[in-house]
């Protein structure tokens, strides 16, 4: 996985924090990496464990990588800096 | 509003509005069948630039007390690499009939099992990315 520009991540150089977004919900990290579910439950997810974190390759954009909740995400490298959170499960009839 | 959206139930109809404002201004009932809408959204995203856009959401007139259930398209969808989405589709089934005189020809037959159950109208926004994600996985 390549690691990515500031503005491709979350990475502040200035204050040395890793400033993500879920949604509109803005999330600051001290460590390059947390879990999926540290990073829902940050952003008021109150079960994470039923959905998948999505992280996207710009604001508003596309999905390019999903983990679930116990899934470790690195902040430091390419497009993980903008996140949704999407409901998991699913079945078929 | 359409004379078919008239008549639905206030929570499914603040669902619409959310639809409209956040994903897709064009989102309509085209048709509503055995207590379920179908929610034509011509922004749905699937896997290939090439693909006809679009598809109906089969919302039931519940929602979001109760789940969704099924995906009808036009097309058979594509997988991202090659080859279409196989899983639960279903050719020309009679859950298309309700929308076959605007070209319904696929029923994906995915239900909402294991899913957090939606809560609130503006949950709508968190179903179409159910959907997306389905078709991506194939």
């Given at each position: 996985m390549a690691t990515g520009t500031e503005q491709e991540t979350g990475k502040d150089a200035s204050q040395g924090t890793f400033v993500i977004f879920v949604g509109d919900i803005q999330e600051k990290w001290d460590q390059s990496t947390v879990t999926a579910k540290q990073i829902m439950e940050k952003a008021g997810?109150?079960?994470?464990?039923k959905f998948v974190l999505e992280a996207l390759n710009h604001k508003g954009g596309d999905p390019v990588a999903e983990f679930n909740s116990n899934d470790p995400v690195?902040?430091?490298?390419?497009?993980?800096k903008f996140f949704r959170v999407t409901p998991g499960g699913g079945g078929r009839s | 509003m359409s004379d078919l959206e008239s008549g639905l139930p206030q929570p499914f109809l603040d669902a619409l509005r959310c639809l409209r404002e956040k994903?897709?201004?064009?989102?309509?009932?085209d048709a509503v069948s055995d207590n379920f809408a179908y929610v034509w959204m011509g922004k749905l995203a699937k896997n290939n630039g090439s693909e006809p856009t679009g598809g109906w959401l089969r919302l039931p007139l519940a929602f979001p007390h109760a789940n969704p259930h099924g995906l009808i398209t036009r097309e058979a969808l594509k997988r991202a690499a090659e080859g279409e989405v196989a899983d639960a589709h279903h050719v020309g089934h009679d859950m298309c009939k309700p929308v076959a005189a605007l070209g319904a020809a696929h029923y994906y037959s995915w239900t909402w099992e294991n899913s957090p159950p939606p809560r609130a109208p503006e949950d709508i926004m968190g179903v179409v990315q159910w959907y997306e994600r389905r078709i991506r996985k194939g």
């Open positions: 997810v109150a079960e994470p464990d690195d902040l430091s490298v390419k497009d993980r | 994903k897709d201004a064009e989102a309509r009932v």
